[in-house]
Each structure stands twice: as structure tokens, then as C-alpha cells.
């Protein structure tokens, strides 16, 4: 009886050990805030985000839901593809810094000016993350990701999805899509989507 009151618990213990890894974006500890106002690059996008999808709702001739549809024809229902289809589509557009695309240091794009004009790291982060949400995926399964490389010792940007309690990383970096778990080199600095951010502690 023991023995099988021992097992139980260690078995408990192992559950809410996995659900923790899971809940926590590359083994970071995580502070979550509803103020996404701190974030005037974010938030600023996501304003001129919303005007793009409303001239795209008068003309019915938008590029993002192009994409979206043209992913969606040639999938299944299985996320991981769509994810990975995504990944490949949006990869394929040409890497252009800040500096040479908008003469400043720093520009978050909209998926529209994206897909015009290339983009850097969080320009293919949040076209991916537009896609996706277009394609059914739910804002809390989707973050963009600002972290750092310490291989590269650089500020890099990616996005995460969540797929059954699986985190995805989908980066310009790396050409496939991978589990949060294989990577050892990122760690996060702060996570954001439309509604919620994260700041991160490793």
C-alpha cells in the first residue's frame, strides 16, 4: 500500500513538473502583463494592422488572405503542417534591415509592408503570426518572442506556437520548423501578442 500511495505522488509530481515546462517559453520563468501599451512599436503595427485589413474588407483583394487561403488548399488539418507551410512561405521573403528598408533603426511592419518590401526578424515573426490567425489559430496559442542569441550575441525576434501543449519556434533563422525544447542558445527576453505580454526571467 506504500508503494503504491509513493507512486502516485511521484507520478502526480511528474504531471505538474511537465505542465510547468510547458507553461514556461524556453525554460524561462515567465511575469504575464494585460498593458501591451508599453510596446508603442507593437502597438503602433497593430493600429496600422487594422487599418490594412479594413481596406482589404472594402476591396476584397488582400495578400494576406491570399496566402492564407493558397496554404490553406494545399493542407491538412494537421496544425503542424500548416505551421511548417507557413514557416516556409513566409522565410522565402527577402531579409531587409531597418535601416535600408525605412532609414531608421528600429520599424515593427505591417504584414502588407512586409510582404512589399522584405523585412528583418520580427517582420517575418508577425506575417507568420498573421497567417496563422487568419487560418484559425487562437491569439494565446501564438507569441512573438524577443530574445536574445547567445551564440550570435545579437537581439533576435521569433514566434512560438502552441500545438497540444507542444511550444514551436518558427524562425527566419532556421529553415524548419522546431520543437522549443531542441533549442538551447535563445533566451527570452519578452513575449507579446495581441492581447498579453510576457517578460521573461532565465
Not at 487562437?138 to 512573438?144: G, I, P
Not at 527566419?172 to 526571467?201: C, D, G, L, T
Request: aromatic share 10%; net charge positive; charged share 30%.
Amino acid at each position: 500500500m506504500l508503494y503504491i500511495k509513493f507512486t502516485a505522488a511521484l507520478f502526480g509530481l511528474i504531471l505538474i513538473f511537465n505542465n510547468v515546462a510547458h507553461a514556461e517559453l524556453l525554460g524561462s520563468r515567465e511575469k504575464k502583463s494585460r498593458n501591451i501599451d508599453n510596446f508603442p512599436k507593437w502597438v503602433n503595427m497593430l493600429e496600422r494592422f487594422q487599418e490594412e485589413e479594413s481596406l482589404c474588407a472594402k476591396n476584397n483583394d488582400c495578400r494576406l488572405n491570399k496566402i492564407a487561403n493558397e496554404i490553406k488548399k494545399s493542407s491538412t488539418d494537421s496544425k503542424l503542417e500548416i505551421i511548417r507551410k507557413v514557416n516556409n512561405y513566409v522565410n522565402n521573403i527577402k531579409y531587409v534591415k531597418d535601416s535600408d528598408g525605412w532609414n531608421i533603426s528600429d520599424y515593427w511592419a505591417t504584414p502588407a509592408q512586409f510582404f512589399e518590401k522584405g523585412g528583418d526578424c520580427e517582420d517575418y515573426a508577425i506575417a507568420k503570426l498573421s497567417i496563422l490567425k487568419k487560418m484559425g489559430f487562437k491569439n494565446k496559442e501564438m507569441r512573438v518572442v524577443v530574445l536574445k542569441d547567445i551564440y550570435k550575441n545579437i537581439i533576435h525576434s521569433i514566434l512560438v506556437v502552441k500545438i497540444n501543449k507542444q511550444q514551436y519556434i518558427l524562425d527566419n533563422n532556421i529553415p524548419k520548423v522546431i520543437n522549443a525544447n531542441e533549442i538551447r542558445h535563445y533566451k527570452p527576453i519578452f513575449s507579446i501578442n495581441e492581447k498579453n505580454w510576457w517578460k521573461h526571467k532565465v
